[in-house]
């Protein structure tokens, strides 16, 4: 990315659907990140960012019988990716090594201290856990399966001054209207 300024769309466990709502706000940002549980390379071939960059990692179902005549992307997805931005660094991971849902966030905290952003999917549940530094988002479920209310994306802005978050979520039945929280925070 050449410019001070980005806007990350946060996408995860899709599980070989997303939802076309989802894919639209992709095509509003710079990039696209997928948190893993992906499906399946047509998933990543419909994500269309302005800027063409769409970065995943591997989840614990993205196996290779899910990926047939894909297996040397998949291989190619890693298990954690660290994007250093502007402001800060990212770092993601798909979750399902971050160990119980109790005190996940501590962990992943303790493991990534240095990073503006915490980034995981698994749970299917989004969350913007802003009380604390770094960071740690989940964008919830892009697809169809497990969404808890509907289909759920992020849309991260990210520079050299402050970071924002927006909540994007969809309701399960086919309808225009979308729900949006937006967080601002100045880091300190």
Same mark, same amino acid.
């Given at each position: 990315?050449?410019?001070?300024?980005?806007?990350?769309?946060?996408?995860?466990?899709?599980?070989?659907?997303?939802?076309?709502?989802?894919?639209?706000?992709?095509?509003?940002?710079?990039?696209?990140?997928?948190? /893993?549980?992906? /499906?399946?390379?047509?998933?990543?071939?419909?994500?269309?960012?302005?800027?063409?960059?769409?970065?995943?990692?591997?989840?614990?179902?993205?196996?290779?019988?899910?990926?047939?005549?894909?297996?040397?992307?998949?291989?190619?997805?890693?298990?954690?990716?660290?994007?250093?931005?502007? /402001?800060?660094?990212?770092?993601?991971?798909?979750?399902?090594?971050?160990?119980?849902?109790?005190?996940?966030?501590?962990?992943?905290?303790?493991?990534?201290?240095?990073?503006?952003?915490?980034?995981?999917?698994?749970?299917?549940?989004?969350?913007?856990?802003?009380?604390?530094?770094?960071?740690?988002?989940?964008?919830?479920?892009?697809?169809?399966?497990?969404?808890?209310? /509907?289909?759920?994306?992020?849309?991260?802005?990210?520079?050299?001054?402050?970071?924002?978050?927006?909540?994007?979520?969809?309701?399960?039945?086919?309808?225009?209207?979308?729900?949006?929280?937006?967080?601002?925070?100045?880091?300190?």
């Amino acid at each position: 990315m050449s410019t001070d300024r980005h806007t990350i769309a946060i996408l995860g466990d899709t599980h070989g659907i997303i939802d076309p709502r989802i894919a639209a706000v992709v095509s509003r940002c710079d990039w696209a990140l997928h948190t /893993g549980d992906i /499906g399946g390379m047509d998933v990543l071939a419909a994500l269309h960012p302005r800027d063409g960059v769409v970065r995943a990692v591997r989840g614990n179902n993205d196996i290779p019988q899910r990926w047939v005549g894909d297996e040397n992307l998949l291989d190619s997805l890693p298990l954690t990716l660290a994007i250093d931005l502007p /402001g800060g660094q990212i770092m993601v991971e798909h979750g399902h090594r971050a160990g119980p849902v109790k005190n996940r966030h501590t962990r992943l905290r303790r493991r990534y201290a240095d990073a503006r952003a915490i980034i995981y999917g698994h749970s299917h549940h989004m969350v913007c856990d802003l009380d604390e530094d770094p960071w740690v988002l989940n964008p919830g479920a892009a697809g169809r399966e497990r969404t808890f209310g /509907g289909p759920s994306c992020l849309v991260l802005y990210t520079g050299a001054g402050p970071w924002q978050v927006e909540e994007h979520r969809f309701p399960l039945y086919r309808d225009s209207r979308a729900t949006r929280r937006v967080h601002n925070r100045h880091r300190t």
